[in-house]
């Protein structure tokens, strides 16, 4: 790893010390303006790129603010190591300045965290908090680093590698398993493939798009597995779940085979668990065993890397014999999955001068050519962007979908650009969520980070009001937020560029404006104040619910 | 289970239990002979698809070596309880006949409390409970559950001699 992200503070001065007067070669530092910042920098670089994401903060409130980027990475399974300062040694459980038990308060966020009591242990408790963090089922790991240790000298020795003996991830899948699940596909006459985030983490988009050609199998994504699948592939139904495409959602209701991959069939994606995917028998491949029969009882688990596991399903199906006499089995299914995208395309309202939220999304995906890394807020912003821009790649789309935290866009999008600087990078942004990270206009204005922003601005916690509006008698309870600031003032204040669009006619001008403009760009779009994202499958509710319009 | 014996293991497995809203009925811990292990032993309820959750919540955590759940094999078990009874002379007698049957000793007595030790199965202290219960318990504390494989199916710690 090359890049750490942080904020310097009392417990850490020592480490901050070290790193500009003797390593200042080895590693490139952001000093974001916010620990939390720090974290989801370092989650959105570890997304683009697949390499762990490292930061560095202090005791007490510094490692405090982290938490919540800890949770979101968490939750979506991404490898982030974060180091916090602590009080030296003898002051520990002492209530001393800036002392806060940071192990105990993210032990549940965390998919491991370490104290380090002696510098003799430092050296290999480094090595394993990496180890932890990148492989298996990746997560985020805590290492706190009491000041007197930090201070202590040691002969340094870095394992070259080092066994974990009570850590062992399964990667090679059941053989029987595999020809079994190779039995069912072959057998199947209304197949559907579901991935998920995990196809993206394995590296498996290239093996899961020969299977699928293969036996000419569809494939809806969850949000995390955007970009896993070509969005414009003919064989892509969309991504699928609350807010999925109709297609999508009925041909996971009506399939006799869902083979799902490296996904964790949430409750966003399910609904109603005795409802969901009723007529079909399921394989389930995942890495962590603890997703498999957690929801939903299935027909074939397998525990394995998904990468693995596809490259033998495909060699199973090619032992077994498949060939394009099997794929005309599948002209019906194929025919009716047609008519259910032409029944209900993703569509709004074309005609008005008033700014759609969705015609920006589908306007950025124009002008950029899809070849943008897009990292979004949460909420409608979030659900827009993933509809109406369509992913080819994966590691292109950065969202938090497991906590779903806003304010985690603008600084992932910091982590990309700082990852990738000469990539296109975009954050599609509520006018709520964008403020949560505001403060990270300094860091991409004192790094000259060309991050652009597009604030799809309603004055409204606008999935909240969505809500409100359907099923709470459109009490719109705190969820108006009509008010400053000034985002084009703002982005200025900063030293940033503000551009603002009002009227339809005004969107496109100002997309290509800002993305010709070097360096970062904030983009306040004024739309549409009451307008819902739709497909909408409540929640809790099962297909037959689905809301259309 | 099997857990290594550094400081936290226990609050995490706690935590795991409580963050998930799953059932610790009892917990007994402590070192094995490899003093970097612990042997952990847990009483919890659940459904079967609960118990299979539980199982690989526990597995996954790093410091988790070993699990295995002994519901449906053949295992040993025992439980230790100290029980203070109200027992003033007249009801003492009905007390220690009682103890005497279930082979527990007397550890404490005073002029109106007598203090019992009884170790064995689950059933056999649940049994004497009961017994005594309608006698006046004032006091019960009870160690929880350990458990042990029958020799064949036990685990060990990985790679020593234990």
């Given at each position: 790893m090359d890049t750490i992200f942080g904020y310097p503070g009392g417990a850490v001065i020592d480490i901050f010390d070290a790193l500009v007067t003797k390593f200042q070669r080895d590693f490139n530092f952001i000093l974001v303006r916010h620990e939390q910042a720090a974290v989801h920098a370092a989650d959105g670089y570890a997304r683009a790129t697949g390499k762990p994401g490292v930061c560095l903060v202090t005791s007490g409130p510094g490692g405090t603010n982290t938490v919540t980027g800890l949770a979101t990475a968490y939750m979506d399974s991404i490898p982030v190591v974060v180091f916090t300062g602590q009080v030296p040694t003898p002051l520990i459980g002492n209530d001393a300045f800036q002392e806060a038990d940071i192990v105990g308060i993210t032990r549940p966020c965390t998919k491991h965290n370490y104290l380090v009591s002696h510098v003799n242990e430092l050296a290999r408790t480094v090595k394993e908090a990496f180890i932890i963090a990148g492989t298996g089922r990746p997560g985020p790991v805590l290492v706190d680093l009491p000041k007197d240790v930090a201070q202590a000298k040691a002969n340094f020795e870095y394992p070259r590698s080092v066994d974990i003996p009570t850590y062992?991830?399964?990667?090679?899948?059941?053989?029987?398993?595999?020809?079994?699940?190779?039995?069912?596909?072959?057998?199947?006459?209304?197949?559907?493939?579901?991935?998920?985030?995990?196809?993206?983490?394995?590296?498996?988009?290239?093996?899961?798009?020969?299977?699928?050609?293969?036996?000419?199998?569809?494939?809806?994504?969850?949000?995390?597995?955007?970009?896993?699948?070509?969005?414009?592939?003919?064989?892509?139904?969309?991504?699928?779940?609350?807010?999925?495409?109709?297609?999508?959602?009925?041909?996971?209701?009506?399939?006799?085979l869902l083979l799902a991959i490296g996904a964790r069939f949430d409750d966003r994606v399910t609904g109603k668990v005795e409802d969901f995917a009723k007529g079909a028998k399921i394989v389930h491949v995942d890495i962590d065993p603890t997703s498999i029969q957690k929801n939903i009882k299935v027909e074939v688990p397998i525990v394995a890397d998904a990468r693995q596991a596809l490259a033998k399903l495909i060699e199973a199906l090619n032992k077994r014999g498949y060939e394009a006499a099997d794929r005309e089995k599948l002209k019906q299914w194929h025919a009716t999955l047609t008519v259910w995208r032409n029944e209900q395309r993703l569509r709004f309202d074309r005609t008005t001068e008033i700014i759609k939220p969705q015609y920006v999304v589908e306007k950025l995906y124009e002008l950029t050519e899809g070849n943008a890394i897009i990292t979004t807020e949460v909420g409608q912003n979030q659900m827009w962007a993933a509809q109406y821009y369509l992913f080819d790649r994966p590691r292109t789309f950065l969202s938090s979908g497991g906590l779903g935290t806003m304010g985690y866009g603008f600084p992932a999008a910091i982590g990309a650009q700082v990852a990738f600087p000469d990539k296109l990078v975009i954050d599609i942004a509520g006018d709520g969520s964008i403020q949560m990270n505001i403060q990270e206009l300094a860091t991409v204005a004192t790094y000259e980070l060309p991050v652009k922003i597009a604030i799809l601005n309603n004055g409204y916690l606008g999935m909240v009001r969505q809500w409100q509006e359907r099923f709470y008698d459109r009490v719109y309870a705190h969820t108006d937020i009509m008010a400053p600031p000034d985002f084009v003032k703002l982005a200025e204040a900063y030293g940033a560029v503000g551009l603002r669009a009002r009227t339809a006619r005004e969107v496109e001008p100002v997309i290509r404006q800002g993305l010709e403009t070097k360096g970062p760009v904030v983009m306040d779009f004024i739309v549409e104040r009451e307008e819902g994202v739709y497909p909408m499958v409540p929640a809790g509710g099962s297909v037959k619910d689905i809301i259309l319009v | 289970m099997l857990v290594e014996n550094k400081p936290g293991v226990l609050a995490r497995i706690a935590g795991m239990f409580s963050g998930r809203a799953f059932n610790i009925h009892s917990l007994a811990v402590a070192p094995t002979l490899d003093t970097n292990y612990s042997r952990m032993t847990i009483v919890t309820h659940g459904s079967e698809q609960i118990m299979e959750q539980i199982v690989k919540q526990l597995r996954k955590l790093i410091n988790v070596a070993k699990v295995q759940d002994l519901t449906a094999g053949d295992y040993v078990d025992r439980e230790m309880i100290l029980i203070r009874m109200r027992a003033a002379a007249a009801k003492r007698a009905e007390v220690l006949r009682i103890t005497d049957i279930f082979r527990g000793k007397v550890v404490d007595v005073s002029h109106d409390t007598i203090t019992l030790e009884v170790s064995g199965t689950e059933s056999k202290v649940e049994a004497i409970i009961e017994l005594l219960s309608p006698l006046g318990i004032t006091e019960l504390i009870r160690t929880g559950t350990v458990a042990i494989p029958r020799a064949k199916k036990t685990i060990k710690s990985p790679g020593s001699y234990e």
């Open positions: 062992k991830p399964t990667l090679k899948p059941h053989i029987p398993s595999i020809k079994r699940a190779a039995d069912l596909i072959a057998q199947a006459r209304r197949p559907v493939i579901y991935a998920g985030g995990g196809v993206i983490t394995s590296g498996a988009h290239r093996e899961l798009k020969t299977l699928a050609e293969m036996v000419g199998s569809p494939v809806t994504m969850t949000l995390m597995g955007l970009g896993c699948f070509p969005g414009t592939h003919p064989l892509s139904l969309g991504m699928l779940g609350m807010h999925g495409t109709y297609r999508a959602n009925m041909a996971v209701d009506n399939c006799d | -």
